[in-house]
């Protein structure tokens, strides 16, 4: 199982984003999918999670953060508007999967640097 995340780049504030992560490789059932961020020397944060159709979004995020999933293609996708310097870090995506002979576990995707300049 892997999770190939995309769409980092380099921004400019005011702007946004979309960022994709998709999901492959001896699939049975993809739970939870969600997007988190890291800043170098500081904890990973949660930004947002989709499951059974149910988003969920870091209270901070809420209003500028849409999380959207494609089911049929095993895709979660992240949309930020409103950028600001403080969104520069690297994105991950996180899926809970269930494989072949492996029972539901997380996996992370490798992320994505995003950059945002004033």
């Known amino acids: 199982v892997q999770l190939q995340a995309s769409g980092g780049g380099l921004f400019q504030a005011g702007g946004s984003l979309r960022l994709s992560c998709v999901a492959s490789?001896?699939?049975?059932?993809?739970?939870?999918m969600g997007w988190y961020r890291q800043v170098p020397g500081k904890q990973r944060e949660w930004i947002a999670t989709i499951a059974s159709g149910t988003s969920r979004y870091e209270e901070s995020m809420k209003g500028r953060v849409t999380i959207r999933r494609d089911y049929a293609k095993n895709t979660v996708y992240l949309e930020m508007n409103g950028l600001n310097v403080g969104d520069t870090a690297v994105y991950y995506c996180?899926?809970?999967?269930?494989?072949?002979?492996?029972?539901?576990?997380?996996?992370w995707g490798q992320g994505t640097q995003v950059t945002v300049s004033s």
């Open positions: 996180k899926a809970t999967i269930s494989s072949e002979g492996v029972r539901a576990r997380d996996y």
């Open positions: 490789g001896g699939i049975f059932a993809v739970q939870g």
